[in-house]
């Protein structure tokens, strides 16, 4: 079945990306050096141990320049595979095949990179009970995808965008006077999920009596985080946020926070290994 996604195009993103490629002479190299009826056929491969992110997307590439192109997925996204994997393989004209390379991979590297990532931090509290999420700190026009790809890695989406969730973070706090303020604002306007950024702990009451309904509590150590969690008693979910790493996450879970978001995931994830090698038919 052609690759879905909720609020994303995936013609238009393809065809916008190849045209950004293309430009205005077209793959002058393949033009030049393949000629118009050969055949080539290749496979994907991960030179790395990796999760799998937009296999979907790399065969809508090569299928928007070659509709009749013969394309076998050989794993699925969201699978763990070890370095050598063979991931899909193709075969169709050779020409239309080295143009969509680029782009495919390019999609492909980027968002296995997020998954590889957000995997290592979901394993890394596994058994805690506690919830990884991402954040909108994301590559302008890239948000669908790259929040897909964490969901590959096993995490869950926060907030898609300003308009699904009102967060109420210290600048909205600055303008609107107080916690308590903002949030009454937010329940008066009839925002149903009321997430309230803390970084205190005297700023909880204020926050929960006034109706938020998350607390994010921001940039809190693991002592105080555990103090705070105490003090909501479950009544609303809880999140931990703020320079989270692979290497104080474990310590952060422990404390019994609902939910830890990290912005790394997007932000800072490393390119995955993949590549892209043709044989001759």
Not at 93 to 121: D, F, K, M, P
Request: a negative charge.
């Amino acid at each position: 079945m052609p690759f879905t996604l909720d609020r994303f195009d995936l013609s238009a993103f393809v065809a916008a990306t190849l045209a950004e490629d293309l430009g205005d002479g077209g793959d002058i190299t393949s033009a030049a050096v393949i000629p118009a009826d050969a055949v080539f056929a290749g496979a994907m491969d991960s030179r790395d141990a990796i999760t799998v992110a937009g296999l979907g997307i790399a065969e809508a590439f090569f299928r928007a320049l070659d509709p009749e192109v013969a394309i076998e997925c050989l794993v699925e996204d969201g699978d763990q595979v070890a370095p050598g994997t063979d991931l899909l393989r193709l075969k169709g004209r050779a020409r239309a095949l080295l143009t969509a390379e680029r782009s495919a991979l390019n999609t492909v590297q980027h968002l296995s990179g997020i998954a590889t990532l957000t995997r290592r931090y979901v394993d890394a509290i596994a058994d805690t009970g506690a919830i990884l999420l991402d954040t909108r700190k994301t590559i302008p026009g890239l948000r669908v995808l790259e929040k897909y790809a964490t969901r590959m890695g096993g995490a869950q989406n926060h907030r898609m965008g300003l308009w699904d969730a009102a967060m109420i973070k210290d600048n909205h706090v600055g303008v609107a006077g107080s916690i308590g303020e903002a949030v009454r604002r937010a329940v008066a306007a009839g925002i149903a999920r009321i997430i309230v950024e803390v970084d205190r702990i005297d700023q909880i009451a204020p926050a929960l009596d006034a109706g938020a309904t998350h607390l994010l509590l921001d940039n809190m150590a693991p002592a105080q985080l555990s103090e705070a969690v105490a003090l909501v008693g479950g009544r609303v979910p809880t999140e931990a946020s703020g320079g989270v790493r692979l290497d104080t996450i474990r310590a952060i879970a422990e404390t019994g926070v609902t939910y830890i978001s990290v912005g790394r995931l997007t932000q800072s994830a490393p390119a995955a290994d993949i590549g892209l090698d043709f044989a001759a038919a």
